[in-house]
Nanobody
Framework: QVQLVESGGGLVQAGGSLRLSCAAS????????MGWYRQAPGKQRELVAA???????DYVDSVKGRFTLSRDNAKNTVYLQMNSLKPEDTAVYYC????????????????WGQGTQVTVSS
């Protein structure tokens, strides 16, 4: 009934850029917040960036000034523009949505995409 479709991952040289997209599909009335988490091998999953329906953003310190999260509410889509990429940004990136209100169903508290690989070479 709800699907998070991720795209934009890949391999890039250090200093390069990538843009990740995440589109939520289904009979969606509203989404409280959307964003991206990442998990590197042997590391904990961490929040990269999130944005609320009102436009408030939150970033992990290590990406501030380099990554920008934006949204298109009409398409239930978020975009993560990643600039000045570093090898330490290498991870699987997971789209996340919180508070998805589905028509005639209810609210999904927390929903995850399947993940997309981002690899930054030195």
């Amino acid at each position: 009934q709800v699907q998070l479709v991720e795209s934009g991952g890949g391999l890039v040289q250090a200093g390069g850029s990538l843009r990740l997209s995440c589109a939520a599909s289904g009979s969606i009335v509203s989404i409280n917040s959307m964003g991206w988490y990442r998990q590197a091998p042997g590391k904990q999953r961490e929040l990269v960036a999130a944005i609320t329906s009102g436009g408030s953003t939150d970033y992990v310190d290590s990406v501030k000034g380099r990554f920008t999260l934006s949204r298109d509410n009409a398409k239930n889509t978020v975009y993560l523009q990643m600039n000045s990429l570093k090898p330490e940004d290498t991870a699987v990136y997971y789209c996340n949505a919180k508070g998805i209100r589905v028509r005639n169903v209810g609210v999904l508290a927390n929903y995850w995409g399947q993940g997309t690989q981002v690899t930054v070479s030195s």
